[in-house]
Every structure is written in C-alpha cells, then in structure tokens.
C-alpha cells in the first residue's frame, strides 16, 4: 500500500513539474519577456500562446506575393509586409513572436552596428534548423574563436591584390553567355530573355571557374548537386518540422543524403589532385581553392592548427551558398532597373565604352565610376539579403536597451534602405548619383547602408561580388542595349535571397 501512495505521489509531483516547466515555457516566461520589453517603451504585438504571430505572418506574405506591382522601387509591402507593418503600428524598435520567443525589430543605424560590432560575444546567429545545418557547417555558422580562426585563414584569399587575377576567368563566363546571347539575337535583331536563370548559370560557372580552376567541369557538377540539395532542403523545411524525421527513410531523405555524399565525396577528389598538382607545380595556387589551401597550410606551421581537408570542403560549399545567387540577385535587379531607366542604361555604356575600349583589367574595372554607383543603388533598393538575424546568447544591453537572452533580433536592411529619414524623399527613387562621393557619404547623417552586413562578420566575399558584377555589366552593356519585356511582371519576393518571383524577362538588341 505504502509503495502505491509512494508511487502515486511521485508521479502527481512529476506531473504537476511538468505542467509547471511548460506553462513557464509556453505562457509565464513569454509574457514576462513581454513586460520586460514593454516597460522600457518598446512596443509590440500580443503574444499568442504558442504559434506566436506565425499566423499572420503567413496571411501577409500569401496576400502579398499574390499579385505584381506597379513597375516603380517602392517593393518593401510586398516583399516583406509583416516587417513593415510592424514597423509602422509600433515604430522602428518593436517586437512581434517566432513561436514563443520574442522577435526585436531594430530598424536604426546606430542601435544595428552596436549588435553587429557584437564586442562582448553576446549575439550569435539564431540556432538552425538542423536540416539547413547540413548545407551551412563552415564559416557563416561557426562562432567565437573557431569562426575567427576560420574568418583569419580565409581572409587572404579575398584579398583585393588576389582577386585582380580573377578578373579573366569571370571575362571568359561572361563571354560564354554573350555569345551565346548573341547567336539568339542575330536570328531575330532582338529576342526576349529571362536574365534571372541565365545569372544563375553565370555566377555558378563564374565561382566553379574560381574556385576549382582546372577542374571546373568537376565543380559545375558538384555545384549541380548542391543546387538540387538546396531545394531539396528548402522544400523540407516548408512543411511542418517534425525532430528526428530526417532520418526516416523517404524517398527525398534519401536523396538527400545521396547528394549530400557525393558532393563531400566529388570535393575530396579535386582536392586531393589540387594538393598533389601545387607540391609537383602543375597546378595554379591563384584560385580560391589554392589559395585557401595554401592558407591553411601556412596556418598549420604557426601556432595554430590549419584547415583539415573536411574544413575546406565546407567551406568551397559555402562560397557557393553564400555567393553564387546573392550575386544573381544583384545582376538581375541592375538589368531590370536599367531597363527601367535607359538614360542611367546610356550613361553607364558611355563609362564602359570609355574606360574598356580594349580588354578588361584591373585598371578599367576600378574607374568605372558610374557603373559603381548604379550598383550601389540596385543594392541599396534590392539587396538581396533583406535582412540579417541574430539572437541573445546571454543578457545583455544594445546602448539602453535591455535584453535577456533568448531574444531573436531582425535587422531588417531592405527597410533600412528606404527610410526617407536615412535617405532623403528620394528614398524610393532611382538616384545613383547619391553615391557619387562613396558609400559613407550616401545616406543622411549616418552610415546606413548593410547591403553586405557590417562589422567583424561582414561579407567577406563583398570585392569579388562587386568586381564579378562589374565585368558581367560591363560586357553586357558594350554589346547590347535592352527594355522590359511585356511579359514582365514586377514582383520581387524572397527565396533566401530578394528574386524576380515570375521571371526578369527583357528585350536585347545587339549593338
Ligand atoms: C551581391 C552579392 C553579395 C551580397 C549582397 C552578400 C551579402 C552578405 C551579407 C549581408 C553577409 C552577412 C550575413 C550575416 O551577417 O548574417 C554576408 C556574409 C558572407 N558572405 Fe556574402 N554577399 C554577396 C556575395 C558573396 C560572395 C561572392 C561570396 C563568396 C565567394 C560571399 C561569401 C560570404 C561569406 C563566406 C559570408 C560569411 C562571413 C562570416 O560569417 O564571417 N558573399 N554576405
């Protein structure tokens, strides 16, 4: 009998200690967060037991995303509406709910740089989804000293000195899609493409030449199986997460997995052969891979342990994740807006055909003045990051602001970027001139451009994206003129990065 009551009580207790952990979880903890936030005048959305505002989030965006708009830069309520509502109803440091957590907006220069300049370590990138974990193990998911260590190996290889040697390689991309622009072209004087998969290719061709050098074939291809596992994983982490059912065996796990195996498998061979190639001096150092190779042997005879084979498999993956569609997004978004402003289109070729009226270098990439500054501004009205994310790891204080940890922040740069009180009336205009005087100059008082992020994790791929997309302009402007197409619709909408949701069809018509 005295064993049953003993039994009996215990499990009450263990009950009644789990009801008490999760309605602290699920309802106390949420709504103490809340007044916490509220007492210091910030002011947010009512927290929803459980789902948070994932409800409205969803109904915005569906509505959203339904229909294109007018054909002008004011993108910021279709592309992210939630942001910018919440914005708008409770002013420019908010907070809405991912689920039970609380979610600061923080949509001002000064209070953003103070969380990226991040000096005692208390913000990290939110946790991943473990099925985005498998594609992203390398430097833009390490943190603290292994991501610093990472970030000092890899730095060299981004050097501008080193990148000028890249200059011919992406020239000989572009010059595959030119030409073959051309031969459709010529049949017709002018056709109609969509530019936004043709920039995909390139940029994928681009950094598989780069990277891979000689064995570029062998890169295309295992990039082909990365694009496929990416959307393969994106598909995933659309239904509903369920922990433990990636390693169910269905059909696209598995598929998943295959790729995934290949892909490390395919990286390990070309590395091998480039190592075995550099010490016999067949083959070059000067792409990344030889250059992050050299760094990480360089690395391992100082102090400090270098780059094992696996790191650096990772981290090609991640050029490729981090690099190739961001870049798309920049090309296609200038050829759209240049379609859209065929003065700023004609000024820009009066620049190339100037500066480039021999062979592309160094020299002539760096005094095109005007091409930079229209892309300043495509980036400036279409980054295509809209916006970083990072989370409390401890209590901690932005300037005045207290947190406790636990927090997610939204930096959210697309609505950064067309604040008139960051950027004049003109905000929502197309006005390369801003940046005539450089990017610090551009916005009002303050420096309030995040295209590539800002402080000690900021884009470390930002020369070689702004000197790709120069050649790409560059070649493209010297042999065609172009306009909108009828069978564009202006829709821009985010798959990881800001993208064309129907397409960027345009007109060419060589020249
Ligand atoms: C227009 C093109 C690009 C844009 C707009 C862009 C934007 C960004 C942004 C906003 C970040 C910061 C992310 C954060 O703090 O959460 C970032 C980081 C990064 N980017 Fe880029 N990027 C571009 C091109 C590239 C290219 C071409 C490469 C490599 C070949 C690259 C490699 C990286 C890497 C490795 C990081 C992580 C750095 C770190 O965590 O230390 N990016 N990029």
């Known amino acids: 009998m005295d064993c049953f009551?003993?039994?009996?009580?215990?499990?009450?207790?263990?009950?009644?200690?789990?009801?008490?952990?999760?309605?602290?979880?699920?309802?106390?903890?949420?709504?103490?967060?809340?007044?916490?936030?509220?007492?210091?005048?910030?002011?947010?959305?009512?927290?929803?037991?459980?789902?948070?505002?994932?409800?409205?989030?969803?109904?915005?965006?569906?509505?959203?995303?339904?229909?294109?708009?007018?054909?002008?830069?004011?993108?910021?309520?279709?592309?992210?509406?939630?942001?910018h509502d919440n914005v708008q109803k409770y002013g420019k440091v908010s907070f809405c709910w991912t689920g039970t957590r609380p979610r600061l907006i923080i949509k001002d220069p000064e209070l953003m740089k103070e969380v990226l300049a991040n000096k005692?370590?208390?913000?990290?990138?939110?946790?991943?989804?473990?099925?985005?974990?498998?594609?992203?193990?390398?430097?833009?998911?390490?943190?603290g000293e292994q991501w610093s260590k990472r970030r000092r190996m890899i730095n060299p290889a981004f050097h501008l000195e080193k990148l000028k040697g890249l200059i011919p390689i992406f020239s000989v991309s572009c010059r595959q899609m030119i030409e073959q622009w051309k031969e459709m072209?010529?049949?017709?004087?002018?056709?109609?493409?969509?530019?936004?998969?043709?920039?995909?290719?390139?940029?994928?061709?681009?950094?598989?030449?780069?990277?891979?050098?000689?064995?570029?074939?062998?890169?295309?291809?295992?990039?082909?199986?990365?694009k496929e596992l990416i959307s393969l994983t994106l598909e995933a982490m659309q239904s509903l997460y369920i922990p433990g059912f990636r390693f169910v065996?269905?059909?696209?796990?598995?598929?998943?997995?295959?790729?995934?195996?290949?892909?490390?498998?395919?990286?390990?061979?070309?590395?091998?052969?480039?190592?075995?190639?550099?010490?016999?001096?067949?083959?070059?150092?000067?792409?990344?891979?030889?250059?992050?190779?050299?760094?990480?042997?360089?690395?391992?005879?100082?102090?400090?342990?270098?780059?094992?084979?696996?790191?650096?498999?990772?981290?090609?993956?991640?050029?490729?994740?981090?690099?190739?569609?961001?870049?798309?997004?920049?090309?296609?978004?200038?050829?759209?807006?240049?379609?859209?402003?065929?003065?700023?289109?004609?000024?820009?070729?009066?620049?190339?055909?100037?500066?480039?009226?021999?062979?592309?270098?160094?020299?002539?990439?760096?005094?095109?003045?005007?091409?930079?500054?229209?892309?300043?501004?495509v980036l400036r009205l279409y980054p295509p990051v809209i916006a970083l994310y990072q989370y409390t790891n401890k209590d901690t204080k932005i300037k005045e602001i207290s947190l406790p940890a636990g927090v997610d922040i939204t930096l959210p740069i697309l609505l950064m970027n067309h604040d008139p009180g960051l950027w004049g009336d003109d905000a929502e205009e197309f006005n390369p001139e801003r940046f005539s005087e450089g990017v610090s100059k551009a916005s009002k008082d303050t420096l309030a451009f995040f295209a590539f992020g800002w402080g000690p994790r900021t884009c470390i791929g930002q020369n070689f994206a702004m000197i790709e997309a120069k050649v790409a302009l560059a070649m493209i402007l010297k042999h065609f003129s172009f306009k909108l197409s009828p069978s564009y619709s202006h829709a821009p909408y985010t798959v990881m990065t800001l993208q064309p949701q129907h397409g960027a069809q345009i007109i060419i018509h060589q020249i």
């Open 185 to 226: 072209a010529t049949s017709h004087s002018s056709c109609e493409i969509d530019v936004w998969p043709e920039f995909q290719k390139l940029t994928a061709d681009a950094i598989s030449r780069t990277a891979f050098g000689s064995s570029y074939e062998e890169g295309k291809t295992i990039f082909e199986h990365q």
């Open 5 to 83: 009551v003993l039994a009996t009580t215990s499990l009450v207790f263990i009950l009644l200690y789990g009801v008490a952990k999760l309605s602290y979880s699920i309802w106390l903890k949420p709504k103490w967060q809340q007044r916490l936030l509220n007492q210091q005048g910030i002011r947010g959305r009512a927290y929803n037991l459980l789902v948070g505002d994932m409800k409205e989030f969803i109904k915005q965006i569906t509505e959203a995303w339904s229909k294109p708009i007018n054909l002008c830069h004011q993108i910021v309520p279709r592309v992210d509406p939630f942001t």
């Open 249 to 377: 065996p269905t059909k696209k796990n598995q598929r998943r997995k295959k790729l995934n195996k290949e892909i490390t498998s395919m990286l390990r061979n070309v590395i091998r052969r480039k190592q075995h190639g550099m010490r016999m001096g067949h083959e070059r150092a000067d792409d990344l891979l030889g250059m992050l190779l050299l760094s990480a042997e360089e690395n391992t005879s100082g102090a400090e342990r270098g780059m094992a084979n696996g790191d650096v498999i990772e981290e090609c993956k991640q050029f490729y994740l981090a690099g190739q569609e961001t870049t798309s997004s920049l090309l296609t978004w200038a050829i759209i807006v240049l379609a859209l402003h065929p003065e700023w289109q004609e000024k820009a070729r009066q620049e190339i055909l100037q500066v480039c009226s021999k062979e592309l270098d160094f020299e002539a990439i760096h005094h095109l003045k005007i091409v930079t500054m229209i892309l300043y501004e």
């Open 120 to 143: 005692q370590g208390h913000f990290q990138k939110p946790p991943l989804n473990p099925l985005l974990l498998v594609l992203c193990k390398g430097i833009t998911t390490l943190e």
